[in-house]
């Protein structure tokens, strides 16, 4: 039998939860992020459409030596000003904050702090 993390598996238990509730939509799609040892991702998504309609993360081209230099607080506050930029530019205001699963501090409240001051609203 495979054993797993009990951080990782619990992680696991509430994103399933959380998912059950929270639904992208066209007029309110979600922000959900992922957060690795050394990166974040930030990606808005239409659930409905099953389409990706922004995205950034610390190893995007136009962001990486920017975000090299930058502690990690400070890269995760940049991704979400960066994801919310491009998301005004495709006319989304409104998004559901989905944490998938994390705690909600450290660089998950960085990039949400840095998507609400780049204009998105939830």
């Known amino acids: 039998m495979k054993q ?3 951080s990782v598996a619990a992680r696991e238990r509430r994103r399933k939860h959380v998912r059950k509730v929270i639904q992208g939509e ?4 979600r922000l959900n992020i992922f957060r690795s040892q050394k990166h974040i991702y930030a990606q808005i998504i239409d659930d409905r459409k099953g389409q990706t309609i922004a995205s950034a993360s610390s190893l995007d081209p136009s962001l990486k030596e920017q975000a090299a230099s930058l502690k990690p607080l400070e ?10 930029k491009r998301a005004l530019g495709k ?10 699963g994390y705690k909600y501090h450290g660089r998950v409240k960085s990039l949400a702090d ?7 609203e939830f």
């Not at 006319?91 to 998938?100: C, H, L, P, S």
């Open 26 to 29: 066209a007029d309110r799609p």
């Open 75 to 84: 890269q995760a506050k940049l991704i979400g000003e960066t994801v919310a």
């Open 114 to 120: 840095g998507a609400r001051a780049g204009g998105l």
């Open 91 to 100: 006319g989304v205001k409104q998004v559901v904050f989905d944490r998938a």
């Open 4 to 6: 797993t993390n009990s």
